[in-house]
């Protein structure tokens, strides 16, 4: 019976980041495409709008830090995460309203829309941090990798299962259905949010005792102490960027490299994202169920490093001998090693926090990942530009280009990574309340 509770809690617990993913389609893919093909709104004020969650993502630090030293009601997660998400949710149906409405296109409305989307990444930001600070808490030893994985395995396949469902619910396409799936998707989020988080939270004495010292520091004294005092933690936020810009600065490149460099059509560069999320999520399952367990989430991160690496590097030989089938393989592959690196530096980001700081840890690193997610799409776009007007407009040299840049970032990040020390790091922060797998790892 205690077995089948546990895979209970567990269950409920997927609850949210199946919400997250869904949420995050309705609103990168669905209302994107919406507000530009169907409402005509300029491209760059839609730009602006959905980059305003990401510029908001540097308070995840302090969203963490209050989380760990400010309990509601005793506790130090669920509150946050259920609040954190109604925020989100009304964020989300406040840039429903605002932009289509037919006012859409007036100074107010636009304010109105823009303050939405920074409630909506304020939200987020609050409730997904503190839902990774709560795995930190509640999960110990061989069960991290598994559960880590598993959740955003989750999150995927709300992502995957939003695009197909809301697709066919929005067929035929109106305005007011969209408002609608749009009503039922926010409050589906909130009973998601609210079924994952209750009865979920560690409620022992040692968790109480680490809030009461999180509250005895400051903000800033903790970030001080913490973060720019201690070589191990710049070290790790350093490769967290390093290896997010590496991995990710391919997302939107693939798709226009096939096409021009090896003659794709249009459905079968479609395909290169099923093919690399197929072969991501493949390489994370097997990852999180075993291969950490049995070689630890270090070795996992530079082997999916190394493959990615080798991956680039065929991809650029794949246009060079007109190979589509070469290149498919090594899409597939390059989904191998992005699973394999994700999944150890899941895992490292959830080990690397005390009991103490885990909120806080979460946030510090989550930013550094939001900061190379965004270096990540300034460099694609901006050297395949640049290359173009000063070099060639040769696809194979733009993108080229690119696919090696991001190599060099992946073994500079396997550079860093091999003067990571987390006994070293565990002595900088001299937390007396340190995970215990870190010691033991």
Same mark, same amino acid.
């Given at each position: 019976?205690?077995?089948?509770?546990?895979?209970?809690?567990?269950?409920?617990?997927?609850?949210?980041?199946?919400?997250?993913?869904?949420?995050?389609?309705?609103?990168?893919?669905?209302?994107?495409?919406?507000?530009?093909?169907?409402?005509?709104?300029?491209?760059?004020?839609?730009?602006?709008?959905?980059?305003?969650?990401?510029?908001?993502?540097?308070?995840?630090?302090?969203?963490?830090?209050?989380?760990?030293?400010?309990?509601?009601?005793?506790?130090?997660?669920?509150?946050y995460?259920?609040?954190?998400?109604?925020?989100?949710?009304?964020?989300?149906?406040?840039?429903?309203?605002?932009?289509?409405?037919?006012?859409?296109k007036?100074?107010?409305?636009?304010?109105?829309?823009?303050?939405?989307?920074?409630?909506?990444?304020?939200?987020k930001?609050?409730?997904?941090?503190?839902?990774?600070?709560?795995?930190?808490?509640?999960?110990e030893?061989?069960?991290?990798?598994?559960a880590?994985?598993?959740?955003?395995?989750?999150?995927?396949?709300?992502?995957?299962?939003?695009?197909?469902?809301?697709?066919?619910?929005?067929?035929?396409?109106?305005?007011?259905?969209?408002?609608?799936?749009?009503?039922?998707?926010?409050?589906?989020?909130?009973?998601?949010?609210?079924?994952?988080?209750?009865?979920?939270?560690?409620?022992?004495?040692?968790?109480?005792?680490?809030?009461?010292?999180?509250?005895?520091?400051?903000?800033?004294?903790?970030?001080?102490?913490?973060?720019w005092?201690?070589?191990?933690?710049?070290?790790?936020?350093?490769?967290?960027?390093?290896?997010?810009?590496?991995?990710?600065?391919?997302?939107?490149?693939?798709?226009?490299?096939?096409?021009?460099?090896?003659?794709? %059509? !249009?459905?079968?560069?479609?395909? &290169?994202?099923?093919?690399?999320g197929? =072969? @991501?999520? *493949? #390489?994370? /399952?097997?990852?999180?169920?075993?291969?950490?367990?049995?070689?630890?989430?270090?070795?996992?991160?530079?082997?999916?490093?190394?493959?990615?690496?080798?991956?680039?590097?065929?991809?650029?030989?794949?246009?060079?001998?007109? %190979? !589509?089938?070469?290149?498919?393989? &090594?899409?597939?592959?390059?989904?191998? =090693? @992005?699973? *394999? #690196?994700? /999944?150890?530096?899941?895992?490292?980001?959830?080990?690397?926090?005390?009991?103490?700081?885990?909120?806080?840890?979460?946030?510090?690193?989550?930013?550094?990942?939001?900061?190379?997610?965004?270096?990540?799409?300034?460099?694609?776009?901006?050297?395949?530009d640049?290359?173009?007007i000063?070099?060639?407009?040769?696809?194979?040299?733009?993108?080229?280009?690119?696919?090696?840049?991001?190599?060099?970032?992946?073994?500079?990040?396997?550079?860093?990574?091999?003067?990571?020390?987390?006994?070293?790091?565990?002595?900088?922060?001299?937390?007396?309340?340190?995970?215990?797998?870190?010691?033991?790892?």
């Open positions: 019976m205690a077995k089948i509770m546990r895979y209970a809690h567990i269950g409920r617990l997927a609850g949210f980041p199946f919400s997250l993913g869904l949420t995050s389609v309705l609103m990168g893919s669905t209302l994107n495409r919406v507000m530009i093909a169907e409402l005509d709104l300029p491209a760059s004020l839609v730009g602006l709008f959905f980059a305003l969650p990401l510029l908001v993502s540097p308070v995840r630090a302090w969203f963490g830090y209050r989380t760990d030293a400010y309990p509601l009601g005793g506790l130090r997660r669920e509150p995460i259920i609040l954190g998400w109604i925020v989100a949710v009304l964020g989300v149906l406040g840039a429903t309203y605002f932009t289509l409405n037919e006012g859409r007036t100074a107010v409305f636009i304010l109105a829309a823009a303050l939405a989307f920074i409630f909506y990444g304020l939200g930001n609050l409730a997904s941090n503190t839902f990774e600070a709560l795995l930190a808490d509640k999960f030893g061989d069960q991290r990798p598994r880590v994985t598993f959740f955003k395995i989750a999150m995927f396949v709300g992502i995957m299962g939003g695009a197909i469902g809301l697709g066919r619910l929005l067929e035929p396409f109106s305005l007011e259905k969209l408002q609608m799936i749009v009503l039922g998707v926010a409050i589906l989020g909130v009973l998601l949010a609210i079924l994952a988080a209750v009865s979920q939270e560690p409620r022992t004495q040692a968790v109480a005792e680490a809030a009461e010292e999180a509250h005895a520091i400051s903000f800033w004294d903790t970030l001080k102490r913490i973060i005092q201690s070589k191990q933690a710049r070290l790790f936020f350093i490769f967290i960027m390093l290896t997010t810009v590496g991995t990710l600065a391919q997302d939107v490149l693939l798709e226009p490299y096939g096409a021009l460099a090896l003659s794709m %059509s !249009v459905a079968e560069t479609t395909r &290169l994202t099923a093919l690399w197929g =072969g @991501t999520i *493949l #390489a994370m /399952a097997v990852a999180g169920a075993w291969l950490i367990k049995k070689i630890n989430y270090i070795r996992s991160m530079q082997i999916g490093l190394c493959l990615s690496i080798i991956v680039f590097v065929g991809i650029v030989t794949a246009g060079v001998i007109g %190979s !589509v089938v070469l290149f498919q393989v &090594l899409v597939f592959v390059l989904g191998l =090693g @992005t699973g *394999l #690196a994700a /999944a150890g530096s899941l895992t490292a980001v959830i080990e690397f926090t005390t009991l103490t700081h885990a909120g806080f840890f979460i946030g510090v690193w989550g930013i550094a990942h939001e900061l190379g997610q965004a270096m990540g799409s300034l460099l694609a776009g901006g050297v395949v640049i290359v173009r000063l070099v060639s407009k040769n696809p194979l040299i733009t993108y080229g280009t690119v696919f090696m840049i991001e190599a060099m970032l992946l073994a500079l990040g396997l550079i860093v990574l091999s003067r990571i020390d987390i006994s070293a790091w565990v002595r900088e922060t001299g937390d007396t309340a340190v995970m215990p797998q870190l010691v033991s790892n």
